[in-house]
């Protein structure tokens, strides 16, 4: 069975760093990218990017690029999400995905996880 | 930037037939996919490739595709259907991932 299992819930301020972390287990880990999508509350799903475990191969959306940081640690089939300096405007909800071995250009999320709350406020 | 449009609600008795709408100007060359979202649950994929229904989603759920929209289609709705929907696409280059709006769905 295809699990993505996320870290739990974050409370941050403004400035501080971040990494939350989806570890993929009932599958090859290293064959599928991972991707990230941003909910904020009450609203719509946004794209972020997705990295390939095998080469750490990554594509931001032009909205993320160089606001967050995606990488993967093989060796434990773990994916992660890092952010250097928080704003409040971060605070959402973020859920990794997998998508198939497909082409970068026609990627799609097959699985989720159940998400990320990350709460930005001093 | 590439958007995709759906409606913001879409509300149906029990049993009836739910669509849902999604357009955007790549859609003739481009796939949709379908999302459906529940609270306190994770995401769950029911449409791929404009009309294929993954294994475990029921066969009341039925996507298609003409022109600039693509319609996600849950025939006989249930009560347990209601959810937000999201479509989820690319542009023409393949470069823009984009999800739409989102329409959230009401059966009672």
């Known amino acids: 069975e295809v699990q993505l299992v996320q870290s739990g819930a974050e409370v941050k301020k403004p400035g501080e760093s971040l990494k939350i972390s989806c570890k993929g287990s009932g599958y090859i880990f290293t064959n599928y990218w991972i991707g990230w999508v941003r909910q904020m509350p009450g609203k719509g799903l946004e794209w972020m990017g997705i990295i390939h475990p095998s080469d750490s191969r990554a594509r931001y959306s032009p909205s993320f690029q160089g606001l967050v940081t995606l990488s993967v640690d093989t060796a434990t089939s773990t994916a992660y999400l890092q952010w250097s300096s928080l704003r409040a405007s971060d605070t959402a909800t973020f859920y990794c995905?997998?998508?198939?071995?497909?082409?970068?250009?026609?990627?799609?999320?097959?699985?989720w996880g159940p998400g990320t709350r990350v709460t930005v406020a001093s | 930037s590439y958007e995709l449009t759906q409606p913001p609600s879409v509300s149906v008795s029990p049993g009836q037939a739910a669509r849902i709408t999604c357009s955007g100007d790549a859609l003739p060359k481009k796939y949709a996919y379908w999302y459906q979202l529940k609270s306190g649950q994770a995401p769950v994929l029911v449409i791929y490739d404009d009309n294929k229904r993954p294994s475990g989603i029921p066969e009341r759920f039925s996507g298609s595709s003409s022109g600039t929209m693509a319609t996600l289609t849950i025939t006989g709705a249930l009560v347990e259907d209601e959810a937000d929907y999201y479509c989820y696409s690319r542009d023409n280059s393949g470069d823009s991932v984009v999800f739409g709006g989102g329409t959230k769905l009401t059966v009672l």
């Open positions: 995905v997998r998508s198939p071995p497909v082409d970068v250009t026609s990627v799609y999320p097959d699985y």
